[in-house]
């Protein structure tokens, strides 16, 4: 029997257009996706994996991926438009664990979904081979506990132990049916992104031109970038990157 049900997840994605691939142990969801694609794969495609012995994270971080415990997924859209991607991916991915858990999560700009401060979900999208198609990964601490030390203090789990209420296929399914929506309609996405945002308002030490700087976040603007102002009064934008919190400031939205 594979770890993962694949029926469920096919009844709980309501959509036979979507191929699903599903492994029981993989290097890498994303990496199986691109080989796919390599090959040929034009459909709309979902890889899913019980585990992976390489997940992928920004940067080239690593994402742990024990077996029987998270998600990790990569979902092939037939969009060839790759603006707002993670942010859809986002939106998509913290409004599915709301619903499922009743759980109120962050999005933390640029990829990174929080959960009482501790970061619960990674999303990693890639351009391939092909210029048309994007691979969208996303993992997920589902009920993972265990952390390896050099992430302990920092991950989470949206579940502190396996409470049996959630099955992995039916997030799996939630996350891909609302990642599908938002692709169509990304303003949607943008405003739930800023609605979510954990950054907003606080002081961040990011890195710009090589230098590291500190300033309180203004917004995220339409494009998804980080409006930062600086101490001198200037703003700066950041369209990728890292932007890590310092203080909690006395800044509130829309004053
Ligand atoms: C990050 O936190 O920097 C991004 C993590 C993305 C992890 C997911 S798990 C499924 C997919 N396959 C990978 O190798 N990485 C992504």
Redesign the pocket.
């Known amino acids: 029997m594979p770890y993962l049900d694949t029926c469920l997840i096919k009844k709980s994605l309501n959509d036979d257009a979507i191929k699903v691939f599903s492994y029981d142990e993989t290097?890498?969801?994303?990496?199986e996706a691109k080989e796919k694609i390599k090959d040929g794969l034009t459909e709309e495609a979902l890889?899913v994996?019980d585990s992976?012995t390489?997940?992928?994270?920004?940067?080239g971080?690593s994402?742990y991926?024990p077996p029987h415990t998270?998600?990790?997924?990569?979902y092939v859209p037939v969009t060839d438009d790759p603006r707002l991607m993670t942010v859809c991916a986002a939106a998509a991915v913290a409004l599915a664990i709301d619903e499922l858990t009743h759980a109120g999560t962050m999005i933390k700009w640029v990829?990174?979904i929080y959960l009482d401060m501790k970061?619960v979900?990674?999303?990693?999208c890639e351009s391939t081979g092909d210029p048309r198609r994007y691979?969208i990964?996303?993992?997920i601490n589902l009920f993972t506990r265990d952390f390896p030390d050099d992430i302990s203090s920092l991950a989470g789990s949206v579940l502190t132990e396996d409470e049996g209420k959630i099955k992995r296929e039916e997030l799996i399914g939630l996350v891909i049916k609302k990642l599908r929506y938002f692709l169509l309609h990304r303003d949607e996405a943008i405003n739930v992104y800023r609605e979510k945002s954990l950054i907003t308002g606080k002081t961040v030490r990011f890195i710009v031109k090589d230098r590291e700087e500190t300033g309180l976040v203004r917004e995220i603007d339409n494009d998804g970038g980080l409006v930062i102002e600086k101490d001198d009064k200037s703003l700066v934008r950041l369209s990728t990157g890292e932007a890590e919190i310092v203080k909690d400031s006395l800044f509130k939205k829309g004053c």
């Open positions: 290097g890498s969801t994303n990496e890889f994996a992976q390489m997940g992928k994270g920004r940067r971080r994402f991926s998270g998600i990790y997924m990569s990829n990174d970061k979900s990674g999303i990693l691979v990964g996303i993992g």
